[in-house]
């Protein structure tokens, strides 16, 4: 949460979102929330909004973990919280979805966990498309946003999961392409949507404590990857 107008240094406290002058240092404003931050987009807007995530309380005795369920944008160049909200998942009921991310591409809002994905309108926060999680288990891990929308789908159980990267049309969430990451990769994360470029840990053998052990770059239009070299070693990596 650390973002750079024309005007101001932004970057998340505990339960605000702080800006200070560029120039002397002195603070601008703040804007204060209802609990702590939970996440941020690293991207903003051309007019200076970004997006995060946030609980739905201060921790208390009775309550000691809100729930990160609140997903808000911040307009960096007036210092306000445009808008908030928490969305029900299509099997979970009535309670909130708890999100793990939150990215912004475009005029696309887009926030990830466990329970699912959800997209919003940047200027309205209308959802675009709400959590969902296939009756196969298949969930919307985590996004990758700026000038594109890609997203980490999640299938199969803990001990043996399968992850598939998909490009994603932002407005409606569909998948554009879709490439499925080699067996043994339990964690991937978006470096860049354009190009789609993706890091993962093949097998466990990064063995210097980054968590990367290869890089795959996708051609997002077919979901093909463009560095076969790497796909192979990736491939050698699990066997």
Not at 35 to 40: F, L, Y
Not at 213 to 236: M, N, Q
Request: with cysteine.
């Amino acid at each position: 949460g650390s973002w750079i107008t024309d005007k101001a240094y932004v970057k998340s406290g505990v339960a605000e979102i702080v800006a200070y002058d560029l120039d002397k240092g002195t603070k601008l404003w703040s804007v204060p929330l209802p609990g702590e931050v939970c996440s941020a987009s690293r991207h903003m807007s051309k007019d200076y909004k970004t997006a995060i995530v946030f609980e739905e309380t201060k921790a208390t005795k009775e309550n000691k973990y809100p729930s990160c369920n609140q997903v808000g944008v911040v307009d960096m160049a007036t210092g306000k919280l445009l808008w908030s909200k928490g969305v029900t998942s299509a099997t979970g009921g009535d309670q909130q979805v708890r999100f793990d991310e939150v990215t912004l591409s475009g005029s696309t809002v887009a926030a990830g966990g466990t329970s699912g994905g959800a997209a919003f309108k940047l200027e309205t926060g209308a959802e675009l498309w709400k959590p969902k999680v296939g009756s196969d288990g298949c969930y919307d891990r985590g996004y990758g946003g700026g000038e594109a929308l890609a997203v980490v789908r999640k299938c199969g159980t803990s001990d043996s999961p399968q992850l598939t990267v998909q490009a994603l049309n932002p407005t409606t969430g569909a998948p554009l392409s879709s490439f499925q990451m080699p067996a043994g990769v339990d964690y991937a994360s978006i470096v860049s949507t354009k190009p789609l470029v993706v890091a993962a840990d093949v097998g466990d053998t990064a063995g210097d404590g980054s968590g990367i052990s290869d890089f795959f770059s996708i051609d997002a239009a077919t979901g093909k990857p463009l560095a076969d070299d790497v796909l192979a070693r990736a491939l050698e990596n699990v066997t």
